[in-house]
């Protein structure tokens, strides 16, 4: 059984661009969460979404945004990138929206803005 | 919203000593806890989760967890830790029906074993 596939593993960006990535959930998870992981902030949650729709976010900027396709992978954009964005992002994914089956985590995306 | 706070940053051990994480949350709620370990260049995996049940769940590598309701704690447990341990551990926690503020983590143990 496939894992959870982030791609690109990584990515360099210069400041004020922009920035996608792709998350694929296990065959047959329906929720997708996004996490990012900085050494000073430690992990934070960006946003949730569950059959193509966002049920959470978290305390980030309008700039962080996402959406669910309704084969369930998910993509994160980044608009007007900040060297503060630089990070590993990771992708999780879960069969249903509740917390009762834990979540399987991805490799993350490691992006870096200069 | 959910808080969690593992107090030992740093841990170096010995091969075969014994360890014990620390994990507090702040929640007033029922919550799922989850124990979470990430080896140097590798994703997080999950070593052990605990939903409901039994307070002492055991894990994936030999690991175990013990939760103490009154204590608000959820420590991590292993009798004899090997070099292949050292990684970051995570302490995670999240109401049963998810939340609004996703999976909430610790900032994370440093665990070094010395050969």
């Known amino acids: 059984k496939a894992g959870v596939t982030q791609t690109p593993r990584y990515l360099i960006k210069t400041r004020g661009q922009q920035v996608t990535l792709s998350c694929s959930p296990i065959s047959g998870h329906r929720s997708v969460s996004w996490y990012q992981q900085t050494p000073g902030q430690g992990l934070q949650f960006l946003f949730e979404?569950?059959?193509?729709?966002?049920?959470n976010k978290g305390n980030f900027p309008g700039r962080f945004s996402g959406r669910q396709f309704s084969n369930s992978r998910s993509e994160m954009n980044v608009s007007t990138l900040e060297l503060g964005d630089s990070a590993l992002y990771l992708c999780a994914s879960s069969p249903a929206g509740t917390a009762n089956y834990g979540y399987t985590f991805g490799s993350g995306t490691r992006l870096t803005v200069v | 919203a959910q808080s969690v706070s593992q107090h030992n940053h740093h841990v170096i051990l010995s091969e075969a000593a014994s360890l014990e994480l620390g994990c507090n949350y702040s929640y007033g709620g029922t919550v799922n806890l989850f124990w979470y370990v990430q080896y140097p260049g590798q994703h997080l995996q999950l070593l052990l989760k605990?939903?409901?049940?039994?307070?002492l769940v055991k894990g994936i590598k030999g690991f175990e967890a013990e939760f103490i309701k009154s204590k608000f704690s959820f420590n991590l447990r292993k009798p004899s830790v090997q070099w292949s341990d050292t990684a970051e551990y995570f302490c995670a926690v999240i109401p049963p029906g998810g939340g609004a503020d996703g999976l909430t983590f610790g900032k994370g143990t440093h665990l070094i074993i010395q050969p």
């Open positions: 605990y939903f409901s049940g039994d307070p």
């Open positions: 979404y569950f059959s193509e729709t966002q049920r």
